[in-house]
């Protein structure tokens, strides 16, 4: 009976996603992948996955569908802005307060909005819908007085910034005024929802 290719394919992405998230997507080369998951086979990484882009599409496709499914459930239980800030950057927050593999999942995510190797179409294409364009819809309906195309950059920096944020909790670097993990993450909305919801000066 032949020996099932999974276990192998999971080792490469467990390797994958801990060096990506340590190092970085372009700082980490498959054969870096390959003898971390200790795969003698040279060949195993592109008969699974073809190429880095594959690895990291298959990473993603294994690890985003809680995120998604995270957010779906928030929406559910929106109710006023704070609920709906809550939907961009609550899955992050809790990933990152998480198990050791959900915060190197918050730091992948990380490291893939700053390669400046992938494009935002890139991203796009890698990651699909996440569930933010319902909830950019209802925040939209909630802000007053920032115009659509502003309320939209803002919206872009605060998740990348926020995201960051919650990477570096991730990796533990707090500083020494630190808080609790349930204070962390109800902070993140608090300062995200400031961020984009701030009065806009005329120019």
């Not at 394919?9 to 700082?27: E, H, K, V």
């Not at 950019?136 to 950059?153: I, K, N, P, Q, T």
Request: proline letters at 3%.
């Amino acid at each position: 009976m032949p020996r099932s290719p999974e276990p192998a394919r999971r080792q490469l992405l467990d390797a994958a996603l801990r060096l990506f998230a340590r190092n970085g997507i372009s700082a980490t080369s498959l054969r870096e992948i390959r003898l971390a998951a200790r795969q003698g086979n040279a060949g195993a990484l592109h008969y699974h996955f073809g190429d880095k882009q594959g690895v990291l599409r298959a990473l993603l496709e294994r690890e985003l569908p809680v995120l998604v499914e995270r957010r779906k459930a928030l929406l559910v239980d929106v109710s006023d802005s704070r609920s709906v800030a809550a939907v961009f950057v609550l899955p992050f927050a809790e990933l990152a307060t998480g198990t050791d593999h959900e915060r190197e999942v918050v730091q992948l995510l990380s490291q893939l909005h700053d390669d400046v190797s992938f494009s935002i179409e890139d991203i796009t294409d890698l990651i699909g819908d996440t569930g933010t364009g319902d909830a950019y819809l209802l925040l939209r309906d909630r802000v007053a007085g920032v115009a659509d195309e502003l309320l939209a950059e803002r919206v872009r920096v605060a998740v990348n910034s926020f995201l960051h944020a919650a990477a570096i909790w991730a990796r533990g670097e707090r500083r020494a005024h630190q808080v609790s993990d349930e204070l962390f993450r109800a902070n993140l909305v608090d300062m995200f929802l400031g961020a984009v919801t701030g009065p806009a000066l005329d120019r």
